[in-house]
T-cell receptor, first 114, second 113 residues
Framework: DGGITQSPKYLFRKEGQNVTLSCEQN?????MYWYRQDPGQGLRLIYY???????QKGDIAEGYSVSREKKESFPLTVTSAQKNPTAFYLC?????????????FGSGTQLSVL | AQSVAQPEDQVNVAEGNPLTVKCTYS??????LFWYVQYPNRGLQFLLK??????LVKGSYGFEAEFNKSQTSFHLKKPSALVSDSALYFC???????????FGTGTRLKVLA
C-alpha cells in the first residue's frame, strides 16, 4: 500500500533537547516537503527537497534541520534553537517539481513541549 | 509575492443545502490553484486543481470549484452538503518559479444535521 508514513504520531520534547521526526515515502516521488501547522495560521513551509542530497529553506527554517540522503526519506530535526516547537508537523511529497503536481501528505506528528 | 486568502474562519451550513468555501488569490501570471481537505488529526487530502482550461473544475466527493480570473477567486462548492463533509479546507497556489505551495489559513466547514 503506497503512501507517506510519519512517525511518531505524538512526540514530547524536553527543554534543550533535539528531536527528530521521521518521514518515509514509497511513492517514488522526487520532491518532499515539511510543513508546520498552527491553529489559525494554515501551513507554513519549513524545508523542501526536490532531489536527493539537496534541500532548500522554506519560510520558517530557523531552529530546524533536514537531510535527504535517500529518495524515500526526509527526516526533520527540531533543534533546541526552536523556542516554540509545539505544533502539528506534516510531511508531504510530489511526483516531481512540475507545478501541475499535487501534494500527498502523511498523517502528521504532534510535537509538544514538556 | 504570491498569496491566497480564505476570508472565513468557519462556514456553517445545513445538511442538504449548497455550500461555498471562498478563496481569493494574488499571483503573477496564470495561477496553479488547489483545494485540500483535512480531517481531524490527519494529513491533507487533495480535492481538485485548476491548471488551465474549463473554469469549472470537478473533484473528489462531489466537490467542484469555479475559477474566476476577473475576481481572482477560486471558490469551492458542493450542491448538497453532507455531515461527513465537516472538516478543515485549505486553498493553495503553487509558485511556478520555486515550486513551493502557498496555503491559505483554512476554513472550517461545519455541516449541521
Amino acid at each position: 500500500d503506497g503512501g507517506i508514513t510519519q512517525s511518531p504520531k505524538y512526540l514530547f520534547r524536553k527543554e534543550g533537547q533535539n528531536v527528530t521526526l521521521s518521514c518515509e515515502q514509497n511513492l517514488n516521488h522526487d520532491a518532499m516537503y515539511w510543513y508546520r501547522q498552527d491553529p489559525g495560521q494554515g501551513l507554513r513551509l519549513i524545508y523542501y527537497s526536490q532531489i536527493v542530497n539537496d534541500f532548500q529553506k522554506g519560510d520558517i527554517a530557523e531552529g530546524y534541520s533536514v537531510s535527504r540522503e535517500k529518495k524515500e526519506s526526509f527526516p526533520l530535526t527540531v533543534t533546541s534553537a526552536q523556542k516554540n516547537p509545539t505544533a502539528f508537523y506534516l510531511c508531504a511529497s510530489s511526483l516531481d517539481s512540475d507545478p501541475n503536481e499535487k501534494l500527498f501528505f502523511g498523517s502528521g506528528t504532534q510535537l509538544s513541549v514538556l | 509575492a504570491q498569496s491566497v486568502a480564505q476570508p472565513e474562519d468557519q462556514v456553517n451550513v445545513a445538511e442538504g443545502n449548497p455550500l461555498t468555501v471562498k478563496c481569493t488569490y494574488s499571483v503573477s501570471g496564470n495561477p496553479y490553484l488547489f483545494w485540500y481537505v483535512q480531517y481531524p488529526n490527519r494529513g491533507l487530502q487533495f480535492l481538485l486543481k485548476y491548471i488551465t482550461g474549463d473554469n469549472l473544475v470537478k473533484g473528489s466527493y462531489g466537490f467542484e470549484a469555479e475559477f474566476n480570473k476577473s475576481q481572482t477567486s477560486f471558490h469551492l462548492k458542493k450542491p448538497s452538503a453532507l455531515v461527513s463533509d465537516s472538516a478543515l479546507y485549505f486553498c493553495a497556489v503553487r509558485d511556478k518559479g520555486t515550486y513551493k505551495y502557498i496555503f491559505g489559513t483554512g476554513t472550517r466547514l461545519k455541516v449541521l444535521a
